[in-house]
């Protein structure tokens, strides 16, 4: 059982900077990939970044390449998203996410969920 908490979301200013970050309780953390999803009002839930359980592979999706850079420091039960270059695109519910097997590197989610951090950017 993992549990994921959310943080780091807030307003900003378009062109601003934020970063999210996940704790994740569990003794077997290092045995997750770990990513994010984000979902805006009225659309769906759509994958953003992830990271492998060793710390590497990071992949994004493209509407965030170079903006946005998922890190997951050795040793923590963290995950962070650090953002930039937001624009109003960008505001959502963001979601951590933990995933023991494919369902991550495949984009459709994962085992566990955070409850969501809101992004809200303005323009």
């Known amino acids: 059982q993992v549990q994921l908490v959310e943080s780091g979301g807030g307003l900003v200013q378009a062109g601003g900077s934020l970063r999210l970050s996940c704790s994740a309780s569990g003794r077997t953390f290092s045995t997750y990939d770990m990513g994010w999803f984000r979902q805006a009002p009225g659309k769906e839930r759509e994958f953003v970044a992830r990271?492998?359980?060793?710390?590497?592979?990071?992949y994004y999706a493209d509407s965030v390449k170079g903006r946005f850079t998922i890190s997951r420091p050795s040793a923590l039960n963290t995950v962070h998203l650090q953002m930039s270059s937001l624009g109003p695109e960008d505001t959502a519910i963001y979601f951590c996410?933990?995933?023991?097997?494919?369902?991550?590197?495949?984009?459709?989610?994962?085992?566990?969920w955070g409850q969501g951090t809101q992004v809200t950017v303005s323009s």
């Open positions: 990271i492998g359980r060793n710390g590497g592979n990071p």
């Open positions: 996410v933990a995933d023991s097997g494919l369902k991550l590197m495949a984009g459709n989610g994962g085992d566990y």
